[in-house]
């Protein structure tokens, strides 16, 4: 399915598409695209009402060759992206202690963030945000951000650009045509981030969710994003697709 542009429509609603295609991501991942031992929670971060993320949490520590899916297959070959980038630099950037309520099944491997415009609205929010990205890749933490959103004032690269800046070596530029992106960051001794660049109108990719170093599976993006636009209200999906809000006072049988 081809991506919408979201900013056509004011946040609040993007906010109840991205609940829905959060619960949906959570639940492909839960139908057996994980391996044995492995959850995917939605959490609720504090501050921005937006910001559910959804978390990948390991119960003990299978060896590699005992993980196993009942659908699609664990990788152990690097990801093919459009653009990928490597780096060694020891992070710094963390400059406060982040707590984070762990769910009892056990420790969280890797997070999936899906950006909203609350993420952007303020150079205090884009900087929070970054922050507590760095703060995931330094304590090991792989990340998958997808980010629908053209870049802003406050992140005029993109947000991926920031985050790199803090983590990596060399710019990141939007190839010609393309202002959204996806982002696989696979946190290890060397840091790697394979970046999916988008327009609007492009179908999301089959990017990698990393699960352990050297080890990811397809995220089901693609998939999921169809399902919750599918179970979105038909008045939002004309919203969207045109970029005229509906009139709520105008009478029906006009």
Known sequence: ???????????????????TWSITIKVALNAGLLPKGYSALVEQRSGQIEADVLT????????????????????????????????????YAGKANRIAVKHRLGRTVAVIEIL???????RAAVRDFVEKTVQLLRKGVHLLLIDLFPPTPRDPGGMHQLIWE???????????????????????NARMAYVYPLAVGDVLPGAALF???????EAPLESSYAAAWAACPAVLQEAVETGILPNPDADEDE
Do not use: C
Request: charged share 25%; no cysteine; glycine share 10%.
């Open 1 to 19: 399915m081809p991506m919408h542009d979201w900013t056509r429509v004011p946040s609040g609603l993007f906010h109840d598409f991205h609940q």
């Open 56 to 91: 990948i949490e390991q119960r003990g520590l299978a060896r590699r060759g005992q993980e196993q899916t009942s659908k699609g297959a664990l990788m152990l070959e690097p990801p093919r992206a459009p653009l990928v980038y490597r780096s060694t630099r020891q992070i």
């Open 116 to 122: 909203s415009p609350g993420n952007k609205d303020s």
């Open 166 to 188: 803090e983590v990596g070596d060399g710019a990141f530029v939007f190839p010609e045509g393309k202002n959204r992106l996806v982002a696989s960051y696979e946190a290890g």
């Open 211 to 217: 699960l352990a170093e050297g080890v990811h599976i």
